[in-house]
């Protein structure tokens, strides 16, 4: 089973501060791991992912995350802040799915809202 | 047009209405999926359609009821809903993973449809 804990529901930011939006997983295979951020009223996009590859993974609009696999954590930062980053930002792990072909199990974090400050 | 396109954006019926929620993607997946939004809650899914077959059904109630043509369309289908389905319905498609064939899970999302029973 596979699960996701988003460590703040709300982070308040200064434009120009840094982000930092923390995310741990829990899975029993290899994940793949998401960041998607979702605009009000808008769909969700995708900012970055890691599939086993570099830990550092560089994403859109200046993002970037960590895979720790000995911490499970994944956590989305950004050196400045700017004003169109406030949204909410979903964390979210793929497990394979469970026969091996199919579609995708994903699960998805509870979501933490980032508000900036101008 | 590309991507992931759902209509209506905007819906408000009645308890008694019929109506659908339409997705059409144009990204070449053989995978889709519903996801229902509310707020204060993390992202739900409903169904997940794999190469036209329907492969999960997250124990949605039966006046919901999903429909896919094609690996390029699905449809929701709304009768007799109840004030508490308001909510936005997002429409998802993914590569569905085969056998043996590596893969990262990344879903693309359609703007979603905004839902309001009166």
């Known amino acids: 089973a596979q699960s996701v804990t988003q460590l703040d529901s709300h982070v308040s930011v200064s434009e120009g501060t840094p982000v930092l939006l923390r995310c741990n997983y829990s899975s029993s295979y290899s994940p793949s791991l998401f960041w998607y951020v979702q605009h009000p009223n808008k769909g969700l996009q995708l900012l970055l992912k890691?599939?086993?590859?570099?830990?550092l993974v560089k994403g859109i609009n200046g993002f970037e995350a960590e895979f720790k696999k000995s911490e499970t954590s994944f956590h989305l930062t950004k050196p400045s802040a700017h004003m169109s980053d406030a949204a909410e930002y979903f964390c979210v792990v793929s497990d394979l799915p469970r026969s091996g072909a199919g579609s995708y199990q994903l699960t998805f974090g509870k979501g933490t809202k980032l508000s900036v400050i101008p | 047009e590309t991507g992931v396109t759902q209509t209506p954006r905007h819906l408000v019926m009645g308890m008694t209405n019929k109506k659908s929620l339409k997705c059409e993607q144009h990204l070449g997946h053989n995978a889709m999926y519903w996801y229902k939004q509310s707020a204060k809650k993390p992202l739900e899914l409903m169904f997940v359609?794999?190469?036209?077959?329907?492969?999960e059904n997250n124990s949605v109630p039966s006046r919901f009821s999903p429909e896919c043509p094609n690996s390029s369309h699905l449809f929701l289908h709304l009768h007799t809903l109840q004030p508490e389905d308001s909510a936005l319905y997002l429409c998802?498609?993914?590569?569905?993973?085969?056998?043996?064939?590596?893969?990262?899970?990344?879903?693309?999302f359609g703007e979603g449809s905004r839902l309001t029973v009166l």
């Open positions: 359609y794999n190469f036209k077959e329907q492969t």
């Open positions: 998802a498609s993914s590569q569905a993973q085969r056998e043996g064939r590596l893969d990262t899970g990344e879903l693309f």
């Open positions: 890691y599939t086993s590859a570099a830990t």
